[in-house]
């Protein structure tokens, strides 16, 4: 009996679809084999050969798996770049860009970064002499008095974390043009759903997919996403070198979050903007951040690059009051008390103890975030729901 090749029957091309159909089918096809149609964990370590050489593209599982492979070209659809690359983790994804560089060199980063990257920079890569300069990139131009002929690479997360600043990743990738320097945006907090960094000029898309992409609290993982042959070239000698991959069941349970990747973004965007507008009038809250308001500082940036405002909140109690807070962070039913943001759960946050607790006091205070600061991911449940189990946790 003659096989079957399923795939040369049906493969798609996805790139004419919009987003919303790309999510569902972008990268997968139904498995040659059986025709199975979610792509399947293939979990094994090895391939067999025909003869020496002779393989099916697949040799070991550190350097190819089916199952990732699926996963990488839907990252790199939904992200409009042509390369993906999974890692273990957001931050072994983050590791593999830094091992781009050499001693010497340097990183202009924006100084309100995920606590783990902050730490990534300053206590594993500065021993290596790789220098790395903090500015506020609220406006830009704040960027290019740190350009030194050693400056290799711009790094940058917008929205940041947990004070929801927006940096104009074009204004970004024009600098980074002009100066011949490599832009990476650590897109975790928008999702390829809110907001696609390459083209708007970025050279590489970093994820933690144990966030937004994956989208449970079920898997930690990270991706990478480039346009650059050469470069994508590099960053997957790197991954095969240094072996930082994730294993194909967490490879599929990325994939299988992907698939609701905009259904899931919808509501964290409707609930985000109730409780926003919730917080804001509560007499007890003395400032909240959340780039949807028109009095953001950013807002028109934030309307000009993304697609929603996404479902991140972090907020201050009236005097800073830290006994105050923590009463919130543990009087909260539905918001459960945890690190981590972007599953369909509510979470709370305090982000100077938790997230941020890699970062010196000092240095937090100086780019505004406060002691009694708590930062809220607005999961996908009832918007009045998650209203009312706030305003009973911060009472009268
Ligand atoms: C969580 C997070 C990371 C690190 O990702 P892990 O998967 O936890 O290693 C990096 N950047 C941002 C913005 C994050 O929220």
Redesign the pocket.
Known sequence: MKKLYLHELYTMDTKKYKLETQLIHAGVEPDPTTGAIMTPIYQTSTYVQQAPGVHKGYEYARTQNPTRTALQQALAAIEQGKHGLCFG??????DAVLKLLNPGDEVIATNDL?G??YRIFTKVFEKYGIRFHFTGMGDTSSIESYITEKTKMIWI?TPT?PLLNIIDIAACAEIAQKNQLMLVV?N??ASPYLQNPLPLGADIV?H????YLGGHSDV???ALIVNDDALHEQLKFIQNSCGAVPGPHDCWLVLRGIKTLHVRMQRHCENGEKVAHFLRQHPKVEKVYWIGFEDHPNHAIACKQMRGFGGMISFVLKGDNLDEAMKVLSGTKLFALAE??GGVESLIGHPASM?HGAIPREERIKNGLADSLIRLSVGIEDADDLIADLNAAIGE
């Open positions: 983790s957001g931050l072994a994804a983050t995920y783990g990257t997360e974390n650590d975790t907090f970093v933690s997919a144990t966030k930690v993982h990270g981590s943001l997230t």
